[in-house]
């Protein structure tokens, strides 16, 4: 049995313009860099740059906007048809089109871009990557063929972070079927031990233990240390990591001194060499604001980086204008056909939507950075040890935006200042009140537990009851399980982890 139901409901629908403004809004400088580049290569009615031309183009159209303004309204009452289109194309108003754009014609950031251009004038030397560095080094090793195939293929299957996860097996698979070379897991193995006594040691072990044992095995065999070190890896791995240092002077029949001397020289290993250097191309910060504190007054700027300025082409203005004087004059024979008159329509209505998201962008971001430069403004005079609890709500509610806008101008975005660059979410922290009801941010309070673990007696490390009871006395009232999570934050293990040898 069928029944008609009639319901009714009310939808929140974000308009194409709006989507296109919130994905910008959440990109930073270089990103946006490369989206207008994009957006140029696919819309022929933008362009970049301002000639002497247009600017004086610019400026005329400023003079003329009152008679622009007249003659819109005009051309609207009139009605007129073009070329037998529908009643819909007629009602398209080119000259309004061309009126709305002129003050789209070109847009700048507020920004300070002499520091800029000094840094753009400074040559980057060549980068060589972690990969060919390695390859390089083979050149010099007395490697066959397939040798120089098997270390190839290593190399390749090196993750990120140095170590090759990879199963040895795998990498014969790829080696059979792509060049027909059948091997042995021997052969690989062999050459696996000399490619990770390359330049830096360690690199492509398949597991912490085995990275630090390579590390040891090439350093001079009368070092101190060495031998127990690396009996300690192979044979008291578990105890090691628990350091469990009774264990491993029963089992490796040493003394405490001689453990110091083993553990020491483990602790100066690398445990991840070659991380992060497997790319051409390093990670540099580029700044999207600026602020500085300057004669008693906050400037805030907002950076363009090589964002280029953009405007309507002026090949496609002519043509808009063209359309609209023939709509004026009534004349009825365009050159321009209708496909072509639907073609500009849409890209123009397409630019302008960019244009304004842009300007928009612009906008929001720099209310976002006046916003948090003016709560944390002592900070931005002083430095870090005054940095005040704020969260996202806080902005929100003073430049009466949602919370989520806030969120995508924070995210991923770093500010210039004059005590270094910073993430914009670092100025976002918990409150918490002291026993005076002062309130002090978290970082702060995470600052006088990353003190408090570094004084400690490093054989009786301090539990985080203990810190907790500690900061108890300092006047924060914090309980253990907060103390547990700062710690972890900031990087720091337990304390039986923290334990150390320290000979009497």
Known sequence: MLNLQQRQSLQQKLSPQQIQYIKLLQLPTLALEQRIKAELEINPLLEEGLDEEEEELEQQSEMDDSQVADSSEQSEQEGETLDGETVEEDEYNWEEFLDSTEDLYGYKAQVDNSEEEEQREIPLPDQVSMAEHLRQQILFLDFNDTDQLIADQIIGSIDEDGYLRRPLESIIDDIVFNYGVMLEESDVEDVLKRVQRLEPVGIAARDLQECLVVQLETMPADL????????????????????????????????????????????????????????????YITPDFAARYVDGSMIVTLSSGNTPELRISKKYRDMLQQLSDEKKSGKTDSTIDGETRNF??????????????????????????????????????????????????????????????????????????????????????????????????????????????????????????????????????????????YREQLGIPVARMRKQIVLS
């Open 344 to 485: 500009l329509k849409s890209k123009l209505e397409s630019a302008r939507w960019f244009m304004n998201s842009i300007d928009q962008r612009r906008n929001t971001m720099l209310k976002v950075m006046h916003a948090i430069a003016e709560i944390q403004e002592e900070f931005f005079r002083f430095g870090e040890g005054y940095l005040k609890p704020m969260i996202l709500k806080d902005i929100a509610e003073k430049i009466n935006m949602d919370i989520s806008t806030v969120s995508r101008v924070v995210n991923g975005k770093y500010v210039q200042t004059e005590f270094g660059v910073y993430e914009l979410k670092y100025f976002f922290s918990e409150g918490l009140s002291t026993e005076s009801g002062e309130e002090v941010s978290n970082k702060e309070v995470k600052a006088i537990i990353e003190g408090i673990i570094a004084e400690e007696d490093k054989q009786r490390p301090l539990s985080d009851q203990r810190i907790a009871q500690m900061l108890d006395e300092k006047g924060f009232q914090i309980a253990r399980r907060t103390v547990t999570k």
């Open 224 to 283: 101190p240390g060495r031998d127990a070190a690396i009996d300690m890896l192979e044979k008291a791995y578990k105890a090691f990591t628990m350091k469990h240092f009774d264990q491993i002077m029963k089992k490796l029949k040493i003394d405490e001194s001689e453990l110091k001397e083993a553990f020491d020289l483990v602790q100066r290993l690398n445990p991840k060499p070659g991380e992060g250097d497997f790319s051409a191309q390093q990670n």
